[in-house]
DNA sequence: CCTCAGGCTGAAACTCGGTTGCAAAAAGTA
DNA sequence: TACTTTTTGCAACCGAGTTTCAGCCTGAGG
C-alpha cells in the first residue's frame, strides 16, 4: 500500500484513481493549485469538471489539503505535508496577480487577531499579492 | 459644496447621484458592505446593477474605497475615512460565515510579510471568519 | 458466483456573481 | 443650438461552482 493510499484509509476516504491523481498531482506541485490550474493538467486524462471540484471539496472536508482564496477570487488547494497531515495550512501565502500562481510562506505564521468578547473564530487567512520574480522581470 | 463632493472633485471623479448615493451609503454603513447588500438597500431608488458594480469599481479605482476578498467570495467595500482619505486600509477584517457582515479591525494593522528577494508586493489582506456576537447567541 | 445497496462518476442543466457591448440620456463645451 | 464626452440602463454573455439524476463500480452477504 503507497503513502498516499495509506493516508485515503486513514481519513475514511476510499482511493479511487482520481482522488489518486488528484492528491499526487498537488504533491507534485508542492503549492497551492486552482481548480483551473489542476483542471488543466488532469485534462490529458479526460477528467469530468464536477468530478473535479468533488474531489477538490472531498479532500479538503477531510483535512487533506486546505484552501485559501486568492486575491482573484478563485480557491487554491495545498495538499498539507506527508509528515505532519492534518496541518491547518497556517501560513501566509503569496499570490502573483500575473501568472496566478500562489506560493506558501510556511515560515511567516498568521498572527494572533484580536478580536472583542464575543466573536468566534473559525478560521483565518493573511495573504500577500502583487509579482512574483520572474513576472517581475518579464515586464518593466 | 458637501464635504462628500469636495471628495469626489479631488480625485476627478463627476459627483453623480448615483455615487453620492453610494458613498453616502457606505459611510452610513461604517463597514465593509457587499455589491449584494449595497443592492438590496439601493433598490427602493431602483439603481442598475451594472452601474452600481461600475461605481464601486470607480470608486476604488480612484482610492476613496478600499475592497476586501471575503471567505465567501465576494469582495466587501469599505469608505475611507474621511479624514484621512486615500487610506489603503491597511488593518485586519473579521466576516461573520452566518450573517455575512464584515467587520474592520481598524486596531489590527497587517503585519509585514517578507518575501524572498524579487517579490513585489502590491497589497495584502488579512481576513478572520467565524461568527460574530449576535450570531454566536441566536446559535448553540 | 450472484445479487443487492451504497458510494463514485459523468453529463446536462442551472444558479449566481460579475462583465461586455451598445444605445439612450445627461452634462459639459463652444 | 450643436457637438462631444461621460454616464446610465438594458440585454446578452461569461465563468465558477452546484444540483440533479442516471449509470457504473465496488464491496458485503448469501
Excluded at 468533488?54 to 498539507?80: I, M, N, P, Q
Aim: with cysteine.
Amino acid at each position: 500500500m503507497s503513502a498516499l493510499d495509506r493516508l485515503f484509509t486513514e481519513r475514511g476516504v476510499r482511493p479511487t484513481p482520481l482522488r489518486r491523481e488528484v492528491l499526487a498531482l498537488l504533491y507534485e506541485a508542492d503549492r497551492p493549485l486552482t481548480w483551473k490550474e489542476a483542471f488543466a493538467r488532469l485534462s490529458p486524462s479526460g477528467v469530468n469538471k464536477v468530478s473535479l471540484y468533488r474531489t477538490f471539496s472531498l479532500l479538503e472536508e477531510k483535512g487533506l489539503v486546505h484552501k485559501v482564496l486568492g486575491a482573484d477570487g478563485a480557491w487554491h488547494y495545498c495538499a498539507h505535508p506527508l509528515e505532519r497531515p492534518g496541518c491547518p495550512g497556517n501560513h501566509a501565502h503569496f499570490l502573483c496577480l500575473q501568472c496566478g500562481r500562489m506560493t506558501c510562506l510556511v515560515e511567516q505564521a498568521i498572527p494572533t487577531v484580536d478580536l472583542p468578547e464575543g466573536y468566534a473564530v473559525e478560521g483565518k487567512q493573511l495573504l500577500a499579492y502583487g509579482r512574483c520574480p520572474s513576472c517581475s522581470e518579464t515586464q518593466g
